[in-house]
């Protein structure tokens, strides 16, 4: 359950994060504070986009679904359960392929 309990407080912390960029992106937020790198340029380039939409937006749906997942499964009903700790890792595995093909 603690393992699940820091997924759920990374992919909260991934919220914050994916929002910020997206209300950059927005044009809500004027100016994008980033210690790594160039914020800006990758944000505004033409990886920024994908079907369409925001690659930010597109984070902060799934570190929404990440994080809505990780708590249900800190459920007492799905404490011992194979299928949440497998969806857990379903989903996190699709991120990180995204991130793999994004980088």
């Known amino acids: 359950m603690t393992k ?4 759920a407080a990374l992919a909260l912390a991934g919220i914050f994060l994916a929002l910020y960029l997206l209300l ?3 044009g809500i937020v004027g100016e994008l504070t980033c210690s790594v790198g160039s914020c800006e340029t990758v944000n505004t380039s033409k990886w920024a ?3 369409g939409l925001p690659v930010a937006g597109w984070g902060v749906a799934f570190y ?6 990780a708590v249900a499964s800190t459920q007492e009903r799905f404490a011992g359960s194979r299928g949440m700790s497998l969806a857990l890792v379903a989903v996190s595995g699709s ?9």
């Open 4 to 7: 699940r309990m820091i997924v």
């Open 24 to 26: 950059y992106k927005l």
């Open 49 to 51: 986009t994908f079907l």
């Open 64 to 69: 929404l679904g990440m994080f809505s997942l």
């Open 95 to 103: 991120g990180l392929l995204f991130s793999a093909w994004l980088t």
